[in-house]
């Protein structure tokens, strides 16, 4: 991990550029808004069928399927099976990958061919650690959805699991593997906004889809969908739909706001400033509009404190969700420092540069007689401290991925398949993993306990 970052080594190396990822050398900019293009280049590959990694989905869903056809996007790549509890599905896997792939209901049945090298775990959360587990243990490597765990309790067994089997496990927060994610780093390490004093992250919703009101297919019922086997170990209830289609509005299934939404940024955040997350949590919100049966807030305002350690300064992050955003909604995620901030997004970085005016000159000379501001000012001169004036606003610059970028989703594949070709390193391996969802899981460990909680970020476990 890099040390704290400093402006003087922002300042040296961005005026060399950065042969990686660039084309362009970027420059700081004295006037606002100059933009730069970012670039990737990805090898030429061709792969024989021998050499082709057979995959499998468990849980053929709307995350599954965008997860399959961003995998398909990566060369040497086949999807050979499919696994869901709802057989609709299953014919739509047949409809988008071919009448030949494997389908069944029972994961089991997938984990048991011989012809499937990696599996996507793309279920609702409650089933994310007992098929991670069960993958790993029957010698598939493993691509598991964010979060990677629905109770931080059952992070460790993923983290001993992959190590044991040795097989190769990402998890799927796949904006940290985006242009736009990496040149942020390299921005912060340089010391692009000095050192750190806050990060500012929120999602604002303004649709019934957005709030999680997913279509329920006019053929659901008991026969074509298995709702004994997707409560697995959550409480016995009878068949409902909404249950099965909306998963995401019960604690049973996910994991609220928190888990579905803030985990993305912490994973982002935590990979930007080299961090194992915060150590304290302090959440409200409420359920205020979407009373549709959901046991979850559809508002959430949670409050992190980010101890000092070796890359960064002792912060804080503001997280906030509104489902009700009447304002139309919108996201951000923001990194603030002493020195500028940093708006960072999967295809582009926008830093703003300023620097703190420590001389007085504007409001509170008024106070004093003409005589004493003009004592008062060439004391400061004497100090040579920097005026305000030429100190504010150093510029701006946007670095921006290309149009034919292939985008964060591709990029985390990509790096999931070649860890499993040249048996290397996955760049969210299980213990980020669990640092991202423990970090977004302390927010209902707040809300419902109505207080504050603290997070042991090295150790993983609540205090
Ligand atoms: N990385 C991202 O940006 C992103 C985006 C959306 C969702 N997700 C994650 O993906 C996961 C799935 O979300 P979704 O929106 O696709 O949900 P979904 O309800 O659309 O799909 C889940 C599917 O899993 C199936 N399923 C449930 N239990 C199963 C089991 N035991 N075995 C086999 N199949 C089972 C269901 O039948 C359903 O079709 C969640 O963990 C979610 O947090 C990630």
Known sequence: MKKNPSRRSFLKKATLGSAAMTSAPFLISAAEGERVLMQREYPNETYSANDQINLGLIGSGIQGIYDTRSALTVPGVKLVAAC?????????????????IFVTRDYRKLLNRKDVDAVIVATPDHWHKKIAVDALKAGKHVYCEKPMVQKWQDGQEIISTQKSTGKICQIGSQGMSSLGNEKAKQLYEDGAIGEIVMLDFYNDRYSAEGAWQ????????????????????????????????????????????????????????????????PNRALATGGLRYWNDGRDVPDVSITLYDYPKTD?????????????????????????????????????????????????????????????????????????????????????????????????????????????????????????????????????????????????????????
Do not use: C
Request: glycine share 12%; net charge neutral; hydrophobic share 35%.
């Open 214 to 277: 997913y279509p329920i297919p006019p053929d659901a019922n008991p026969d074509t969908v298995d709702f004994d086997a997707f409560l697995g170990n959550a409480p016995k209830v009878s068949y409902e739909p909404k249950r099965f289609f909306r998963w995401r509005n019960y604690k049973d299934y996910g994991t609220g706001v928190a888990g579905d939404l803030f985990v993305h940024a912490f994973s982002t955040l935590n990979h930007v400033i080299g961090s194992h997350g």
């Open 84 to 100: 869901d509890l709802y057989s609709g599905r299953l014919d739509r896997a047949k409809e988008l990958w071919g009448e030949d």
């Open 311 to 463: 890359t960064h300064a002792a912060f804080n992050a503001a997280f906030r969700i509104n489902f009700i955003a009447g304002s139309g909604g919108g996201g951000g995620f923001k990194l603030i420092g002493t020195e500028g901030e940093m708006e960072v997004g999967q295809n582009s970085v926008t830093v703003r540069r300023s620097k703190l005016g420590m001389v007085p000159g504007g409001y509170s000379m008024v106070a004093y007689t003409e005589a004493t501001q003009e004592k008062i000012r060439q004391g400061y001169a004497a100090q040579n401290l920097e005026k305000r004036d030429s100190a504010l606003n150093t510029g701006s610059t946007t670095w921006e991925a290309p149009r034919n970028y292939k985008g964060g989703h591709h990029d985390h594949f990509y790096n999931f398949f070649t860890a499993i070709r040249e048996k290397g390193k996955v760049i969210q391996d299980p213990t980020f993993g669990l640092r991202a969802a423990g970090a977004a899981l302390l927010a209902n460990e707040s809300y419902y306990k109505r207080q504050p909680v603290d997070w042991d970020p090295v150790a993983m476990k609540l205090m």
